[in-house]
């Protein structure tokens, strides 16, 4: 009973403290990216397309709301809205960590209210690499999930109290959960982003899917910290790769038959679209959606995720693009910091903004 409110406590400061301190210090970076005008765009809106098809499923628009809470009976009806919020606009949805709830069988009824809601969609499971095997199938059933999230957090463990410290072994228990269970694994950062280097050590180990949940937005070291009563240093406050960054890197290191889902602090449509110019399939969208469930309700949260798709298809129609992966093609300018990350990595400045398919 004891761990059980513990846990309900963390997870519900884990929302406070997300919509209290907000996104960063750290900067997402896709500021850095600017679109060209297309003033031939030879576009008629009625032939967009705005829908996509990933892992099984199709999603009218290209969005899913990513990990946050779970685990406790006390965010049920939080997650319950979030999936309403998902099917109202046929967008997908990944619920927070289930790691407690397979071990002891905690708050259950805080996800399978998601399938419950989400009868027909896209729903993601989401597990921590340190569970095992049988756990991660076990995460999977209690969703009849399409895929699984596996998520790596090192940062936010070390400032969290109770967190696991040791991380060796992660990527050897990683494949096992791969080959054990019966749906798809997505690996997921938690807002500290994968770098070129990490994402090079998996495709290695035979992963094909992958959540950047780059540095910008919600900051889990963050929100640990203040639970504790501590101060960050200004480093490790804007620790992590930026969600562009990450971007950058993946689309120089994944095949193009590569599964990469774009999130970490993406809020505007401005976001959405440079996310899919970076080579997205899809773009997970959460602290907002929550922002707007918490203060407004269901309406406003579907308004917000159908207002995204609008400025999406405004960006589109300027660039001359009918879908969202045509963005792909579209030429870029890079300024900031971000032209010294291209530099620093070695790659071409001038092909990657003229061309970013192959």
Known sequence: MEKDMQRAKRKLEHI???LELGDGPAATHLADLRFLHNCLPEINPADFVLSVEILGKRLRLPFFIDAITGSTDAVT?????????AARTGIG?????????????????????VREELAEGLVIGNISALATPAQAQAAVDMLQADALEVHLNAAQELWMAEGDKDTCGLLANLVQIRDAVSV?????????GIAAEQYELLLEQGFTAFDCAGAGGTN???????????????EFAAWGVPTCWSLLDAQQTLPQNALLLASGGIRSAGDVARAFALGADAVGITTPILRLIIEQGVDAAADYVESLAEGLQKYMLLLGCLTPKELRDVPLIVTG???????????ELAKLCRW???
């Open 16 to 18: 406070q403290y997300a």
């Open 77 to 85: 009806e939080i997650n319950r809205k979030l999936a309403q919020v």
């Open 93 to 113: 949805m990944a619920v927070g960590s289930q790691f407690g709830a397979v071990r002891d069988g905690s708050g259950i009824a805080s996800y399978t209210v």
């Open 184 to 192: 798809p694994v997505i690996v997921k950062e938690t807002g500290c």
């Open 220 to 234: 889990f070291p963050a929100i640990e910290a203040k639970r504790q009563g501590v101060e960050l240093t200004e």
């Open 337 to 347: 910091e971000t032209r010294d990350f291209i530099a620093s990595r070695g790659y």
């Open 356 to 358: 970013r398919r192959g």
